[in-house]
């Protein structure tokens, strides 16, 4: 008679503070690792309302819910702050916190309590600076209990974690691109027309203070037309004084060269066909930057502001990798990120007059950023040397 092994167990947990790039992060995490990896997964969120908008199938009220079928999907729990009491058994084989969120106490404590103790690992936020390589799986012992955590970088290198990708992403990705009608079909489900379709389609996500009302009087004035869809809720200021109206899922209005079309807001696998549809795409914070990396296509961050301007040094270190020596592109990017001033006409037409060598280049980084592998795949390979150096002690 033979015994069925025990699924692996990892915890997860997640607080909400940059919108939906936080638990973007996470929710793609956990299903990856859940869906190819076959590890049980534990979900602690503090936001549902918030996890709701890119995962329609969550109940804001429940304490506990199944995502994907109960028992096997992976269990989300409603993460209320630092108290509760924990044992032993609650505890996972890896926990995982998303970027330094201060998992409770009282499971810490637990943690030490348990044999073996679990893996434990801060998921740090993404960077292209050059001090992540050398803080990548950097240890960190506990001051009082015996126990150590990890730091693990995502990145763009192989000295890093990677990049979030599933599996079969590419192929998928792939398919998409190479069918016309399909792609026609997934925009037609919004309302966008024959018109639009042939125009340049730019998906624009951004947060509220992107200079986007003077980039969209650069496209007004333009003499080639573009198509912007733009998610429910995103730029409302800047939107509604375009439409003349609420901007609600939807809504459009053609002004000049300028179509704005207000999509609602999509679940994650409908973001991805979004931004492989668009000719460019405007993305913000962590999660959407790398699925716009995945796409291939011309993109613009618009990177989370943070005191003093750090983020500034933090977006010229990406440009530095990923468009050195693509100067209308560089400067449209600080500019967006209001780092330097821009004339967003003569801005525009310079970005449109290099968009196939950007083109190019996303593609290039793209086939790069594959050979890195990805992120659940090296995270959970980490997690079982660590193991298996535990064991060998």
Not at 27 to 51: K, P, S
Not at 75 to 84: F, I, K, P, T, Y
Not at 186 to 202: D, H, I, N, Y
Not at 312 to 317: C, D, G, I, V, W
């Amino acid at each position: 008679m033979t015994s069925t092994p025990m699924r692996a167990t990892l915890a997860l947990f997640c607080k909400v503070v940059d919108n939906y790039g936080d638990i973007g992060i996470c929710w793609r995490l956990a299903r990856q690792l859940h869906n190819e990896h076959g590890i049980a997964v534990t979900l602690w969120v503090d936001d549902l309302q918030t996890f709701q908008r890119i995962c329609p199938e969550v109940d804001t009220a429940a304490e506990f819910q199944w995502l994907g079928g109960a028992p096997g999907g992976i269990l989300v729990r409603h993460w209320r702050g630092q108290d509760g009491e924990f044992d032993t058994a609650d505890i996972a084989d890896i926990v995982i916190e998303f970027f330094g969120c201060d998992i409770p106490p009282a499971y810490i404590a637990a943690m030490a309590r348990r044999e073996p103790r679990p893996v434990w690992l801060n998921l740090e936020g993404l960077s292209a600076e050059e001090w992540v390589e050398g803080c990548h799986t950097l240890p960190s012992s506990h001051p009082r209990l015996p126990l150590t955590k990890h730091f693990y970088f995502p990145g763009f290198t192989a000295k890093t974690g990677g990049l979030l990708r599933e599996g079969a992403l590419e192929a998928q990705r792939q398919r998409f691109q190479a069918d016309p009608a399909a792609m026609a079909a997934f925009l037609a489900r919004f309302g966008v027309t024959p018109e639009e379709m042939a125009s340049f389609k730019v998906s624009l996500f951004c947060y509220p203070h992107a200079p986007v009302p003077a980039l969209f009087e650069a496209w007004r004035e333009g003499d080639a037309p573009v198509a912007c869809l733009v998610p429910e809720g995103v730029a409302p200021v800047a939107v509604q004084a375009f439409l003349g109206g609420e901007p609600k899922a939807g809504a459009s209005r053609t002004r000049g060269a300028l179509t704005v079309r207000v999509l609602p807001f999509v679940a994650q696998p409908d973001y991805d066909k979004l931004l492989w549809a668009c000719d460019l795409n405007f993305v913000r914070g962590e999660d959407s930057i790398v699925r716009a990396q995945w796409a291939g296509k011309p993109f613009i961050w618009h990177i989370y502001p943070q005191d003093e301007n750090l983020h500034h040094k933090k977006l010229r270190a990406f440009l530095q990798r990923y468009s050195a020596g693509i100067a209308s592109a560089n400067d449209f990017s600080l500019g967006w990120n209001d780092a330097r001033q821009a004339d967003w006409s003569a801005q525009w037409l310079s970005l449109r007059a290099d968009m196939a060598g950007i083109a190019a280049r996303a593609a290039e980084w793209r086939r790069q950023m594959l050979e890195n592998g990805d992120l659940a795949s090296n995270l959970l390979a980490f997690a079982a040397s660590l193991q298996c150096a535990a064991r060998e002690k």
